[in-house]
């Protein structure tokens, strides 16, 4: 018994019992019970009876009425807390969902390009193109098609396909940008400042790039967000960016000081000691320390010469640290980043526990409502905040020098390394 455990033991801190075979295995199994999952609610779906239309995906019911009502001629009304929910009770109902509108003006046109096709149609629509955009992330950074398939197996994405959530897209922009940045600095920028439509989750990335002063990136980044800014100020007018920030401070104020979302469904440093009972002061003072220290990893990490790959997977982890507004299936991040972390490895070697540890992070998502739900335990910050402290450690390791994921000079495997 004694040698069976040693022997486990070693397997999972060498990450031996994580063969391709066996990943190929679970990965396809995940994936056909996600197809299930997905032919459900399409079930659901059609024809729903009465006020049910909206009993799936009912966070893109909220985009879908938003379009509908920029479609009608009332671009700002999705801004009217009030406006909004009478819009969302007139297309779905009186069980129709009850959100604050939080998107920048220039969603609005993406929205009402959505609200052109029935609710299911542009709920598929819109699925289907960011699921694409999050698979070729992933096969920008690792080829492989077991690579896709286990990017389309990690958890976070059927969550966010079951919420009719945008999750892929910010990670399929996130995993572009990460494979461009050395080879492609101001497409990277680019793709960084389309993530603008949730920036409570961009917040590193700046600080990161200052750091590495890649001017290009920050160049390109800043160019396109004001072309975004001024393109929505010429088709909804200034005054939609004064009623998004109001409508922020809304949103902020029913989540965070009423209490609207339960604790346990926020993956974030302040949800998790709100769910403990920390009043709101110690609360936002534990969520400001804990991003700090990310930051500073960042800057730390970007300072340093080493490989792109890390640097930018850590900085993606970090952004979700950072946010005291942070769900499960925001952490559809892990797929990049965990991307990122493997191309590493395959070529340079994985350290002790780390294809174990990238295991357990890719699966976490799935668990941490119920953990937090049940037992009280922020399962999701164990995670995010477990992903960085091994990121940094490989990353304090040191690199001979700055060479990036394109050199023309890869390093070869370390022997008896790679399983």
Same mark, same amino acid.
């Not at 990450?15 to 994936?31: C, F, K, M, N, S």
């Not at 997905?38 to 909220?62: H, N, W």
């Not at 339960?262 to 534990?286: E, H, I, T, Y």
């Given at each position: 018994m004694r040698q069976r455990l040693a022997s486990l033991w070693q397997?999972?801190?060498?990450?031996?019992?994580?063969?391709?075979?066996?990943?190929?295995?679970?990965?396809?199994?995940?994936?056909?019970?996600y197809a299930c999952v997905?032919?459900?609610?399409?079930?659901?779906?059609?024809?729903?009876?009465?006020?049910?239309?909206?009993?799936?995906?009912?966070?893109?019911?909220?985009v879908w009425a938003a379009g509908k009502a920029v479609l009608q001629g009332h671009a700002l009304a999705p801004y009217d807390l009030n406006a909004h929910l009478a819009n969302l009770?007139?297309?779905?109902?009186?069980?129709?969902?009850?959100?604050?509108?939080?998107?920048?003006?220039?969603?609005?046109?993406?929205?009402?390009?959505?609200?052109?096709?029935?609710?299911?149609?542009?709920?598929?629509?819109?699925?289907?193109?960011?699921?694409?955009?999050?698979?070729?992330?992933?096969?920008?950074?690792?080829?492989?098609?077991?690579?896709?398939?286990c990017g389309l197996a990690l958890p976070a994405v059927i969550i966010n396909v079951g919420y009719g959530q945008i999750a892929t897209l910010t990670a399929g922009l996130a995993g572009a940008a990460a494979a461009s940045l050395d080879q492609r600095p101001m497409l990277a920028g680019?793709?960084?400042?389309?993530?603008?439509?949730?920036?409570q989750l961009g917040v590193a990335i700046p600080v990161a790039l200052l750091a590495g002063r890649r001017w290009k990136t920050l160049a390109a980044g800043a160019v396109t967000v004001g072309v975004l800014v001024v393109a929505s100020a010429?088709?909804? /007018?200034? %005054?939609?960016?004064?009623?998004?920030?109001? =409508?922020?401070?809304?949103? #902020? +104020?029913? @989540?965070?000081?009423?209490?609207?979302?339960?604790?346990?469904?926020?993956?974030?440093?302040?949800?998790?000691?709100?769910?403990?009972?920390?009043?709101? /002061?110690? %609360?936002?003072?534990?969520?400001?320390?804990? =991003?700090?220290?990310?930051? #500073? +990893?960042? @800057?730390w990490a970007w300072l340093r010469p080493g490989d792109t790959r890390l640097k930018t997977a850590l900085l993606l982890v970090a952004g979700l640290l950072c946010t005291p507004y942070c769900f499960e299936y925001d952490m559809v991040v892990f797929g990049p980043a965990i991307a990122l972390a493997v191309s590493y490895g395959l070529e340079c070697g994985f350290?002790?526990?780390?294809?174990?540890?990238?295991?357990?992070?890719?699966?976490?998502p799935l668990f941490a409502g119920l953990a937090g739900h049940h037992v009280h335990f922020p399962l999701g910050v164990a995670a995010i905040g477990g992903f960085m402290i091994m990121l940094a450690r490989i990353i304090a390791r040191g690199e001979p020098l700055d060479v990036g994921w394109a050199s023309a000079h890869p390093r070869p495997r370390r022997p008896g390394v790679v399983g």
């Open positions: 397997e999972a801190r060498d990450g031996t019992w994580l063969t391709e075979d066996r990943i190929r295995a679970y990965a396809t199994i995940i994936v056909c019970m997905i032919a459900y609610m399409v079930y659901l779906g059609i024809d729903p009876p009465g006020d049910d239309r909206a009993r799936v995906a009912k966070d893109f019911a909220q009770q007139a297309q779905f109902g009186a069980k129709a969902p009850k959100y604050v509108w939080v998107y920048p003006p220039f969603c609005l046109a993406v929205a009402a390009a959505l609200a052109l096709l029935p609710f299911m149609a542009a709920l598929a629509v819109e699925q289907a193109l960011m699921l694409a955009v999050y698979v070729r992330s992933i096969r920008s950074i690792l080829p492989q098609r077991i690579a896709i398939l680019v793709l960084f400042a389309c993530m603008a439509y949730k920036p010429a088709l909804f /007018g200034w %005054a939609s960016w004064w009623d998004f920030a109001a =409508s922020m401070h809304t949103a #902020g +104020a029913i @989540v965070f000081a009423r209490g609207a979302v339960d604790w346990f469904k926020l993956q974030s440093v302040f949800a998790a000691a709100r769910m403990w009972g920390v009043p709101a /002061g110690g %609360a936002w003072a534990a969520q400001l320390l804990v =991003s700090l220290l990310a930051l #500073g +990893a960042v @800057v350290v002790p526990w780390e294809k174990t540890l990238l295991a357990v992070f890719f699966v976490s």
